[in-house]
């Protein structure tokens, strides 16, 4: 059986979003923006404070947070593809 690891109801990726910032750990996103795209790489500006939170990677890829779906294996609840 497969598993996977998610989190639970209204979670944020918050915590760990500030973890792989802090310890220049890639960041390994599934997100929702007009479609469903991969992205990945260090997390060089974190906004988790704004109207509506983002973070920039070292590309400078903006990402949304409310849109993301997996971060490093971990996914949403609600998200039911994988």
């Not at 790489?41 to 509506?52: N, V």
């Amino acid at each position: 059986m497969d598993q996977r690891t998610t989190l639970n109801n209204n979670e944020k990726f918050d915590e760990l979003l500030r973890r792989l910032e802090a310890s220049g750990e890639t960041a390994r996103l599934l997100f929702d923006e007009g479609g469903i795209q991969r992205a990945e790489g260090k997390i060089s500006i974190l906004h988790l404070q704004d109207k509506r939170a983002y973070l920039v990677l070292e590309d400078g890829t903006r990402v949304y947070t409310d849109s993301i779906i997996g971060l490093n294996a971990v996914f949403r609840d609600d998200y039911t593809e994988c």
